[in-house]
DNA sequence: ATTTATGTTAATTCTATGTTAAAAAATATT
DNA sequence: AATATTTTTTAACATAGAATTAACATAAAT
């Protein structure tokens, strides 16, 4: 779950548009308070959080979430427009993990999300969250790694995205449609069988722990749980 | 039951004529306005959204519905003229499952509908929506598995569609037409006996869990409730 | 007892997926 | 910038598995 504090009704669209299309949950909020009142309900993975903001200044919030013990460590993107605001940070900055300068492209905000998850989860201590095993594979999201029966396997980056997809949703069936839009985007155009191609290498540079990727027929693929 | 919010009469007739014949319900809407009416008697379980109509733009009633927390999950498909307002889309819109652009063919339509069902069925956390228990036998539509006395049985495309079909109609007597317009399609043409032989191998499948299916001589079949 | 509907089986046909290799695209290297 | 390398995608062909048919068996209805 990521959370996104942007007043700007377009931007908000656009992120959660491309953040859901890609399986990312996204919650929008408006307005600090309403933001403030959720945090105490439910912490983030990440904020995306606006300079520019009604009732207060997004460099004031990051400077509050950086005093308090609980948030101290939330991954923070700051989004900012171009030119004007940047310099303005650099002065202030508590210290956001990244800042994407509006306008953004999506693939360049899923990666840069991707990658500051990627980060925190090495730096803290919830090993849970970032390992996931299924019979002899494990798969390790902050290594990018994933290995069976001990041995370390090399997989592209589409082949990780698709079998940890998998991994994480263990038993749930994908069928192919689904699995292009979550792993290559909204956008992707092409043959729904390049799954398959994808599939059948992961298959075998897992070897033995091909199998647990399972087809179900007239429908797609899934992990056994 | 599938809401169809289109104002262009002939597809319309269209939809509604190829999903009734396809075993679907449909109740069709000119304007946005009785639309919002017929949404307060009875929630759908998809919308066919056009993105032209009088009144009000689609993507616009799109958006209510995603601000609203009873129609936030609301399964959506968009209907969109080729090309012209795709690029649009992507901009503004705050998330359909689905886009089909005009003209479609009417399996395309189909089984872009059955899919954003089964999806939809998966995210929603109302296990209850996507698991259905008859006597020994649990059928789990995300999973796409089966289960009897808890041991998983493996079921082939036709034969999983056709005890889900009936599991989540127990009592209801189907006839061997409807089901083949409901599971084959309507334009499947073969011999009504197909069902027969499926209804066989689903039985034989279950096991003990198989007595669940009853014949009605003269009819066809039913699962017991 | 005869007719009719359904159960059962196995051969045939068809289809989805597996598999491979080459083309295209993206990245890295010189 | 040009070249080499890796990754991704496409397209073609092979194969396993599923769907269908047809024939025969059995049970229910009249």
Redesign the interface.
């Known amino acids: 779950m990521i959370y996104l504090l942007e007043d700007d009704i377009?931007i908000q669209?656009?992120v959660?548009?491309a953040l859901?299309?890609s399986g990312i949950e996204v919650k929008v909020f408006d307005t600090p308070s309403e933001f403030y009142k959720a945090m105490n309900e439910e912490m983030p993975e990440l904020l995306l959080l606006d300079i520019m903001l009604p009732e207060e200044d997004g460099i004031s919030i990051l400077n509050k979430l950086r005093e308090r013990e609980e948030t101290k460590k939330l991954p923070v993107i700051m989004l900012t427009a171009k030119g004007t605001e940047y310099d303005r940070i650099i002065g202030l900055d508590a210290g956001a993990d990244d800042y994407v300068a509006k306008p953004f492209s999506v693939m360049e905000l899923i990666s840069r999300i991707k990658a500051v998850i990627r980060r925190s989860e090495m730096t803290g201590t919830k090993k849970s969250e970032s390992e996931y095993t299924v019979g002899d594979v494990t798969l390790c999201t902050v290594k990018h790694m994933v290995k069976v029966k001990g041995e370390e396997i090399r997989l592209t980056y589409k082949e990780f995205e698709l079998l940890s997809l998998l991994m994480k949703n263990k038993?749930?069936?994908f069928?192919r449609?689904?699995l292009l839009v979550k792993i290559w985007g909204?956008?992707f155009d092409g043959e729904n069988r390049t799954v398959d191609v994808h599939i059948r290498t992961l298959r075998s540079k897992l070897k033995e722990g091909g199998s647990i990727i399972e087809t179900?027929?007239?429908?797609g693929y899934?992990v056994k749980?």
Chains 1, 2 share one sequence.
Do not use: T
């Open positions: 377009s669209k656009f959660s548009y859901v299309n038993e749930k069936v069928d449609d689904e909204y956008d179900v027929r007239g429908v899934k749980g």
